[in-house]
């Protein structure tokens, strides 16, 4: 063979197996109940951050896996497996997607469905315990036909998980001696599991609660890999703009898509006052505070109020869906992996529907979690202080 060709071969070669080292192949077994059940049926890979749909499969044997990309970006990312099923409400048959569980390795009686998709990851055991009747809910056997252990390790991140292995935050108005304490054992913590994602995604969550020399300290005792992730590189940036700012600083100069698929400037630069909802299609909530916003925006918007929504899932399709059913007047944007995650430097949005309330200096005047009555009418406090200082510069 000319050498030019072997050459060829060789680097082919090379090519497809760093492919496949690119990927995680995640491997299960159904139980015996659970596969009679779905035989036929389909089952979905969901990733959990994003809640999209990764992959489907029809369930024609007990054995089967997914395949995904793996990402040294993000390491080990958290998935589910979904059957599709039926249920009963009120004597209607429904069909939904059921998640499959697996029992823990190191917490008896407890199951899971989540889990972290990691290279080298041993077997799922996954079950369906329920079955849904006219009549009520079936127990399923959860028996696997070839004695398989229901309970056993799938992979090191998981362990961390399943062994229940939490790191501690503290009042950053604590003494010394009390706070030096709490990030000690965190870090002793830190350096027995330093592979973990999950407990980076701990420090993550809390981050607020560490003053930044404790939360630096910490965050040097994960290794290479992890350090090489989003999730770090963000706690970093988090460190650099530290948080005198968190959860009041506005997004300036931030873009994100608008309705239409153009980018676009969040909020009115022109406006009185601009508020900032964070919200998403599948959440009920925020669902039901839009007509309250729709009053305000009307009684408001004349005043100098402009609101911003933003939604904070991927799945472009369904926000479109609900935008073409909600008819909301104001502007619509969206966020993508990178746009979410440079948001989360500024607002903690684990939780929504989420209000910012700033005004024309881009100063916060409020902000409100959730949908309640008591939010409402602290937020049309606030924008009856707009209304009447628009009368008053009017009757000059």
């Known amino acids: 063979m000319p050498k030019p060709a072997m050459l060829f071969l060789l680097v082919a070669v090379c090519f497809l197996a760093c492919k496949r080292d690119q990927s995680i192949r995640i491997r299960f077994q159904l139980s015996d109940a659970t596969f009679e059940q779905l035989k036929g049926k389909k089952l979905y890979l969901f990733h959990e951050k994003s809640r999209l749909l990764k992959d489907s499969l029809v369930v024609v044997t007990p054995e ?35 998640p499959l569980a697996y029992h823990d390795l190191h917490r008896k009686n407890r199951i899971n469905s989540f889990f972290y998709a990691e290279q080298g990851m041993n077997q799922l055991l996954l079950f369906n315990s329920i079955r849904d009747t006219p009549e009520g ?12 252990h229901i309970a056993r390790s799938i992979g090191p991140q998981n362990d961390v998980v399943q062994k229940g292995i939490f790191l501690h935050y503290t009042d950053t108005a604590l003494q010394t001696a009390e706070r030096s304490k709490t990030i ?46 989003t999730l770090f590189k963000q706690l970093n940036r988090f460190l650099l703009l ?28 022109n406006a009185k006052m601009n508020l900032l909802v964070f919200w998403a299609w599948w959440c009920g909530p925020c669902r039901q505070e839009i007509p309250d916003l729709k009053r305000l925006y009307k009684a408001y918007n004349a005043s100098g109020l402009a609101v911003t929504s933003i939604s904070i899932d991927t799945n472009k399709a369904k926000w479109q869906e609900a935008l073409d059913a909600e008819k909301m007047d104001w502007d619509q944007l969206i966020v993508s992996e990178a746009t979410l995650s440079e948001l989360q430097n500024y607002f903690d949005i684990s939780a929504i529907p989420k209000l910012y309330l700033f005004d024309a200096q881009h100063r916060l005047l409020g902000k409100f979690t959730g949908y309640g009555d008591v939010n409402a009418a602290n937020l049309k406090r606030l924008l009856d202080t707009l209304q009447s200082n628009t009368k008053g510069i009017l009757s000059r």
């Open 64 to 98: 089967s896996s997914f395949l995904v990309a793996a990402d040294t970006n993000t390491l080990a990312e958290t998935y589910s497996i979904k059957a599709q099923d039926t249920a009963y409400f009120n004597g209607n048959k429904i069909p939904i997607l059921r």
């Open 137 to 148: 809910k079936q127990p399923l056997s959860v028996r696997f036909g070839n004695q398989q």
């Open 184 to 229: 000690s054992d965190n870090i002793r913590i830190i350096q027995q599991y330093p592979y973990a994602i999950a407990l980076l995604e701990q420090l993550y969550v809390y981050k607020t609660n560490f003053r930044k020399a404790d939360l630096q300290q910490q965050l040097q005792y994960f290794n290479k890999d992890v350090q090489k992730t």
């Open 242 to 269: 530290y948080s005198s700012t968190y959860e009041r600083a506005y997004p300036e100069g931030l873009e994100l898509e608008n309705a239409a698929g153009l980018s676009q400037r969040i909020g009115d630069p």
